[in-house]
Nanobody
Framework: VQLQASGGGLVQAGDSLRLSCVASGRTFSRYTVGWFRQAPGKEREFVATISWIGNTYYADSVKGRFTISRDNAKNTVYLQMNSLKPEDTAVHYC??????????????????WGRGTLVTVSS
């Protein structure tokens, strides 16, 4: 599967953005998809994940502000980001793994990655 993330941009603190991760392939509905991000000078970190049966899980830093969802008819997973903070500034990546259940929060659990999209939040 090939993934393409989009929707990043420059916003002010408190604003919202919606990222999209579009996948190729007809079996995308059976993939668990995760969002990760990498801030300047920091390691890539887990943000959120949605399993192929719809279970979701969030990093504590985004819980209550971000929502991950999917539209299998469009082969797309979304990350709605509200109440953005300057510390959310990072390149955001989507990643996917087929037919694995469980709470997948580690990069090594995802074999497929898209190019990132940059989110910049000004104070």
């Amino acid at each position: 599967v090939q993934l393409q993330a989009s929707g990043g941009g420059l916003v002010q603190a408190g604003d919202s953005l919606r990222l999209s991760c579009v996948a190729s392939g007809r079996t995308f509905s059976r993939y668990t998809v995760g969002w990760f991000r990498q801030a300047p000078g920091k390691e890539r970190e887990f943000v959120a994940t949605i399993s192929w049966i719809g279970n979701t899980y969030y990093a504590d830093s985004v819980k209550g502000r971000f929502t991950i969802s999917r539209d299998n008819a469009k082969n797309t997973v979304y990350l709605q980001m509200n109440s953005l903070k300057p510390e959310d500034t990072a390149v955001h990546y989507c990643a996917a793994v087929p037919e694995v259940l469980g709470t997948l929060i580690h990069q090594y659990e995802y074999p497929y990655w898209g190019r990132g999209t940059l989110v910049t939040v000004s104070s």
